[in-house]
């Protein structure tokens, strides 16, 4: 390759005769457009962590900065892990993340395929669905508080209107029962768009020559949607159940204006119980053993899943 | 016309040598929530701008955030706020964390006597420790939660009799708390012009301090207290006393009854929504709402009158809101921030503060023989005035809230355990919390 | 354009696929009209019991939105008429302004912090991607894996130490402390991103510039920067939506110099209670930005969507 000549000359060039003739050496170039970037990483990711996992091992709170910080060693932890409480909330942000990314992948996946099908005016349609996700989760979650109210909201009257009941006859919010499904749902409106316009990209980036060969072969469209289709989005799907997981295991603002974790505890998702820990009852140091081991889970998680999509992408 | 301008101007620059003594304008930042009272304020406050010549500037929290916004830039020894009108329960930190200046020698030097104000907002808002003669604010803005009901449906004929025919008394304002669920009750899934009507909206919220404002209501007057009078903390059988339990299990069974479907989260904004959308004969709220109430265009006026929370068989109580003025000690401009409570504690500019829709704490205004009759809450707020009682003012209030909201809300509205075992819960919770303070 | 072939749809089948899309865009969008047409109802018409459809349309929303309105005393209002049309719709139930609202400002808050931190983040990532992508960087797939994972944390959990980190240097509740902090949880959508986009630009043309004598720097901003216009504008567009509307840093960094308008918008509130109008037509306003932006930028939302994470 051509290219390899003349990286590697430049390379060798001695940095101030570089300079004289090119400006600054390639490395030089390479470390002034990096270093901004790993500066702040560093300053507002990486600082931040590492304090945090400092105070995980103290009682710090940090309502009473004058205050004394004893070192208690794994005490936080042990204190998390054995507590009840922390695993409802960790239940309900399964049921949360594991139905929001069935329900988005189904349906995003079954429009990002029809909408590939080109009929006329897709593009107006598409521009319509992504609406939702442009808008601010916290004023999202904040609106459907009142769409949801049984007496005054338009959820219950199009669903009585649609099964001809009672508009007031059930309250998604308002139930312990169906609260956890009303975060769920209102997700799902949100961020299937999302999902749809990733699997749209990988509709698009099926040749068509792959099934011209497989028309040729007589192979049934149920076949080629079995055989081409669903294999050849599957790693940009899984990409959009990364980006979705990642986001929806963090979820904070639409739940919290939503619901508040109510009714009881049934919607309250470890974001929102460490948000309580950490800036209502101050026990930072407590709260700080939570978020790591939030950001271990996420991460350990995370490394697997990526691992089996770098499988996927291979074949 | 232009005599008459002069002779303002010059009174004008009278009052404003004699209030300010120092000669440079300073900026002064009020802090207090976002709600209708303090919008109030800002065009009253434009008074003591004119006269002082000190901008005001205000920051107005909304109430789901508002004590943690506040608390939390008074621990952190901000500057943001130079006057703060804090909630009733903030006064311990305000006082024993040194957020708050001391005021007695600025009363004593101005001749502003606390004898000049309400007993119980002088108790509620202004001192720290409680009962001494400690003041740390200024009673700002009186608040009590009180009822608010639909008088118009209250005085159907048909209505009436029905109700009479059941519960063998007239509809009327009930006289205790088991009167209120019977009309609760009777209004509950009621058809009212082509309407489904409900009995009652009432505090449920879990995010803040809700359900706690609203179930304590029914605590007091069944007898719950928050300690042994006699030994301050010892919380066993009081906090969960019988007729602790008694009450909460009312405040559960009124919820289960007699509530609009999914006021499961609801606080002031949600109560407000649902009786002015005509869908409760009842509301449960701060009597801050009253005029905002009286000047509705659909539930205004005639059609909706106020009673004072009722009694129970364990005594008669409202839940204190409300709040005190206090000078934050981070400020920069204590003399002008002493200035304007000096201006706000002016009989003249309460008055004013009362017709803005501000409910005064200063005797003179509301013993006036004009009061009771100048608006149809006034009497309402006088009575609920007289049996106020409040949460804990503590230091540790934010920490024995969140306890308190957790264990009533999982009760009352998901149905989790028993009242006792909720409230077991609760006195551990609070031991806890007191013993982190080292006052047990 | 797609050729015709035997792998295009039937007619049929393409009317089939039309209806089902064109449906669910009708509900999905349903919500989203509910709220904008909230914003032109009265205060009394937007808790209506049973909701209203039709409606008397009133600007009160958006007048409640830019002001803040207070009781006065009769007198008071007898004496000073409304002089123009919003005094008379706030006269009309009672009420007189005491003053502006803190909406503008707050949405001048969001438009300095979401296009700053937008631009810095896709600025600083356009430099590492292409510093990623064309150098050899020691430890480069540590570093790329690192920048990666920092987005995995919740904004929750690095808050605790960010709110003290800022509280100690002074940054907390400033423009400067906001911009920085998106421009950070940015920069790592920002540099995946657009290190994808300019791996795939040949690297020949670079190098013909180099030998016409082009320092490095002028082939990166003459040569490469416009050939990646078009990853720059998907890149800019995900970091804006993120920094625009984001709420849970805002709402626990923020509070009266530099807030945003996403917590801001949710508690705004009327003569009693929530005032949905009001708050309705502030996310109406909000939303048009960010919309007008991606609409004229949506060609490349489909690319941005998945290069660099797909590709590479």
Redesign the interface.
Known sequence: M??GI?ERA?KSTPAPFARKI???S??A??????T???I??L???????I??IW?SFTNYK????NADVKWIGLRNYERILTDSDIWLTMQATAHFLIWTLVLQVL?GFA?AW??N??????DL?T?????????????V???????????????N??FAFLTQSD??????????ALAPWSIVIVDT?MW???VM??C???L?SIP?YI??AA?CDRASKWRQFWTITVPMVL??LM?AVLFRG?EN??M??LV??L????????TEL??IN???E?????R?GY??A???I??VT??GL?SIYVKALNKV?ER | MKFKRLTTAISAACVAATLAPTAHADDLTLCWAAWDPANALIELSKDFEGKSGHNMSFEFVPWPNFA?RM??EL??GGKLCDLMIGDSQWIGLGAEAGHYIKLNDFFDANNISMGDFIPATVTGYSEWPKGTPNYWALPAFGDVVGWTYRKDWFNRADLKSEFKGKYGRELDVPNSLAELKDIAEFFQGREIDGK?VYGAAIYT???SEGITMGVTNALYNFGFEYNNPNKPYDLDGFVNSDGAVAGLEYYKALYDCCT??????WYMSENI??YK?G?VALQMNFAFIWPGVHADSNVGGDKSGYFPNPAGPGGHFAQLGGQGISVVSYSDSKDAALEYIKWFAQPEIQKQWWELGGYSALRAVVEDPGFASSQPYAQTFLDSMAIVKDFWAEPSY??LL?PMQDRV??YV????GTAKEALDALVDDWTEVFEDEGKL | M??S?????TRQ???I??I???F??LV?????L??VA?GFKSSADS?????KITFQPSLEGYVNLFTTQTRQTKEFMAANPPQNWYEEIVHSKGMVIAGPSRFGERFLNSTIIGFGSTFLSVF??T??A???S????PLKDD?LF??L?????????????????FRAVGLSDTHAGMI??Y???N??LS?WLLKGFIDEIP??YE?AA??DGY????A?YKVVLPQAATGIASTAIFCL?FA?????FA??LTSGTAQT???F??TIIGVAGQD?PA??AG?TI??LP??VF??LL?RH???G??FG??RK
């Open positions: 051509a290219n003349i430049a090119k400006g600054l390639d490395r170039i390479a470390w002034i457009f990096i901004p970037t790993i702040i990483l300053a507002v990711n990486i600082f931040p962590l304090w945090t105070l940090a309502n009473r900065p349906i429009l029809l909408i099908q080109k009929f006329k005016g897709n349609w521009t319509i669905i992504v609406l939702p996700m442009m808008l601010s989760p916290a004023v979650g904040n609106f459907w508080t009142f769409l949801y109210q049984p007496q005054i909201g338009l959820f009257y199009v508009p007031t006859s059930f309250s998604m919010i308002g139930d312990v409106w299937t768009p999302f316009l990733i749209l990209a990988g698009r068509d099934y011209e028309e790693p940009f990409l990642i295991f963090k904070f603002d919290v204006q619901t508040g974790g109510g009714p009881g505890s049934t470890t974001s460490l948000k309580r950490a800036f209502e009852k101050w930072t709260s700080s939570y978020a790591i939030l950001f996420v991460f995370a992408k | 943690d608390l939390n621990n952190s489904t919220e879990r995010g609009p479907p999914g006021s499961s989260d929504d649902a959308s869908q934010a920490s969140l809300h999982k509205i998901a149905g989790e | 797609s050729k072939s035997i792998s295009e749809p089948f393409k009317w696929a039309a089902l899309v064109a669910y865009s999905t969008i349903m919500p989203l509910w709220i909230t808790i209506a019991y049973p909701p600083l990532g430099m590492a292409y510093a990623f064309r150098f050899r960087v570093l690192f920048i994972s920092t987005r995995m944390m919740p904004p929750i959990a690095v808050a605790i130490p960010i709110f003290l980190m920085l902090l421009t950070a949880v920069l790592s540099v690297r020949e190098e180099l030998i320092t490095r720097f002028q990166f939506i625009w509307n984001e709420y849970a709402v626990l308008a996403p917590p918008i949710p949905w708050m309705a996310a909000f939303l960010v919309m991606t609409i949506r939302l489909l690319r969507i998945t994470a797909v």
